[in-house]
């Protein structure tokens, strides 16, 4: 994309409203507007992140068996009065009477809709077990919306809902999504640690947060080295099958044998007791939730199946919630510097920014237009009428992993500067040992 | 993916509701179901139609050179009060009240919106012009919802806005999209008609709707040969390019010298002009429109740019929209017979089903995996316990393109059936034979 054609409005000044870095960084760098309080639109920048950070959510909900739907945003009130949470889940819920005076919500989270859709369909333990999933706009109308979208109103959620016939079978939906988690967060640049959670009424100890690291993280946690030296894309790969309870159940076991704890949980004597060189501490920032809740649903909205003894059963449910819009803002507090976003490689919304210091040079603008055609929809081609700062600004501010700068002495002598964003490094390099470096083949 | 354990819910018996073709098919086919009136959940088979479109529709916006963003669907009253539409907009608007008593609406439309946008950040004629589009649910509370996902209340639309300096700047974006559509239809396998429409106040020509043939659409078209002639995929391909003013005029112009009306403005006097041997008469169903209303909301919102003579101009916008969810029911009723759907190839949410006709049998497993092997995510494969009676219905109401049949027999001697879903012809070929018609390399 050429800059000097793009929706991409940077802004100089730190906008008043904004608390904290990802939401000052967001509107900075022109990745979003807010439309209403806790309300925003997606601008080219910030719409990119967001579908690529959605595109590896989906892979890995794809490669763990998991099959993916669309519920609508607006739903019927019914539903969540046969559940008996319509009147119990007060102002956060978005209440709407449509012209025909029925009362209709805008879905905060849709297990009530999943359960009815699924007991419209399965009739047998055979068609068992069933994890379906969605990335949907949600609605919860915070009293005070703030930090950007890191806790807006409208929000980008992808939520699983697993079906099962028994506990032992719900244990393996359970492991399989956590799996799924870790390998997504390894893929999006993130250190993740999951974290024991409240469960509920139920009990048990199936119910995990998923806090991320970030220095500007809202609670600080505590936790064993060894969550960050597991490489999770290989469990799930090679010998390891996502479908194995007996793999699903020793990464389970690796992942709850490990010290890890927000400050609310934290037990000063098991934290004595790790290894004192494998203690580690940091802020972190909630992302993802995963949580068995049993026939909570399936019980009140008479859900049964068919089990192969011939009785009724109500299957066993779970729930796996990642804040997809959410994340944009944890990725950038988890990584900036005072200069702007440092985009991981793998979400960033441009693989490199070609910038252009002297429009109108030939030399300049020939080895740019070479560099632009080969790199194509990966690169954002500054070729605005701007001084050389406010280029070399806008490529730290907007986070692109790459930057190959392009000036007029260089030019003429074949060659341009690549500078990665994450070190600051600097290196003098052919364009063509430019785009390789990049891992864009000339 | 395996049929024995998808979420695809298909239907013996005709639902009574479905008043039309698509809309039976699409429950019956386990596309989706209706979650309140004119409201629908995609299920796994119709999210891949779905998805498979709006990929085709995004290609083609981006080719076009317009920018892909993402409104919310929650908007403020307080943007359709200042261009004067929140009164007359009637009670098809889904007017909601947030916690603290804001008026709030769920968006029909998005000039609005995007004239706020685009007036916070683009002050100059240099960062014209600018197409933005995004796909985003959208509601229209119907009073009497119908047709299935063709007359639904929450629907997926793509909408593009163009926001230009000039009148003649406007009519090149206008032309862009005619042809950004023209190509799009091509590609979902689908015979458009362009069609004047109502221009409204403004009055001019740039104002056209596209009719796609069905059989059973709802109004009657006449129009000349020419337009099922056309390659659209060689203008903007070659040496047609899209930012060339000269050559979208040629464009426009072949495509508005050809008769083309539905009914309401059929003239049977020029329609006798036309060489007989080029009248075609058809039904045909609405998918998109694209219309010109000039300063309408950068006046009455007080959005201005620089001019370069340094006075301040209102920009010239055009609305360019597609019904996305809308196209799923309409590729069906263009593309259906009684046996259920026939999807064009490259929108078919999977490219070929594999039918298992005896389970257990050695031979038919062990081809049947080898294929699905190959295939992977392009089939879907029929691994059920069912007679081969109800694998053979379901398969051609599901509507794959391509269907490879394994029987005992056939596997034996190593070969099995192909049959083209729109033809119903049937070969015996090897597999890998198989594969290779289908256009996977084995």
Redesign the interface.
Known sequence: ?RL????I?TMKETPAEAQIASHRLMLRA?LV?Q??AG??????LG?RV?KNIERIVREEQDAS?A??????????AELWRESGRYDDYG??M?R?T??HD?D?L?GPTNEE?IT??FR???RSY??LP?I?YHIQ?K?R?E?RPRFGVMRG??FLMKDAYSFDLDYAGAVVSYRKMMLAYMRTFQRLGLKAIPMEAESGPIGGDLSHEFIILAPTGESQVYYDAAFEEIDYLSRGAGGFSHDSAADLHRFFGEMTSHYAATDEKHDPAKWAQVDQTRRREGRGIEVGHIFYFGTRYTKAMNTTVAAPDGTHVHPEMGSYGIGVSRLVGAVIEASHDDAGIIWPDGIAPFKAAILNLRRGDAGCDAMCEALYAKLGRDALYDDREERAGAKFADADLMGHPWQIIVGPRGAAAGMAELKRRATGERVELTPNEALGRIGCSA
Chains 1, 2 share one sequence.
Not at 39 to 44: G, K, Q, T
């Open positions: 994309m000097s054609r793009s929706f409005p022109g507007r439309t209403s309300i925003y639109a997606w601008l080219p719409f967001l068996g099959q993916e739907v669309l519920m609508p945003t607006i739903q019927p102002k956060e978005l709407i449509d012209r029925r209709m805008y809709v009815d859709l419209q369909s399965v055979r068609e069933q379906l706009w609605f109308d009293v109103r409208e």
